[in-house]
């Protein structure tokens, strides 16, 4: 499995930015994947999440609204679209994908996920 993250850079507070993030590898199963983010000195945190066996996704209640995440058509492609952009958004975008063995909803937790992309950096200017 292989992940790569794109569409990342620096932007004004306000702007908006969209994040895909790539899969391979998958061969026919279903794996769900995460967007995580690793602010300076933080732990990373999930922030939402797609289930791969059922398409549902799942934001996390701090950024609902303002991020927004989405299949690309019929792609193995994961996007995260981000607006309304703040500077405590800044730090690093990280997606990942846990094989979804029972068809279970996806989660939040960073530790579920055992494959990552390299990640992007997203740096939100005040």
């Known amino acids: 499995v292989q992940l790569v993250e794109s569409g990342g850079g620096l932007v004004q507070a306000g702007g908006s930015l969209r994040l895909s993030c790539a899969a391979s590898g998958f061969n026919g199963e279903h794996y769900n994947i995460g967007w995580f983010r690793q602010a300076p000195g933080e732990a990373r945190e999930g922030i939402g999440c797609f289930t791969g066996s059922d398409g549902n996704i799942y934001h996390r209640d701090s950024e609902r609204g303002r991020f927004t995440i989405s299949r690309d058509g019929g792609k193995d492609t994961i996007v995260l679209q981000m607006k309304n952009l703040r500077p405590e958004d800044t730090g690093v975008y990280y997606c990942?994908?846990?094989?979804?063995?029972?068809?279970?909803?996806?989660?939040?937790?960073?530790?579920?996920?055992?494959?990552w992309g390299q990640g992007t950096q997203v740096t939100v200017s005040s």
């Open positions: 990942a994908a846990e094989k979804n063995y029972i068809d279970s909803a996806c989660l939040l937790g960073p530790a579920y996920y055992d494959h």
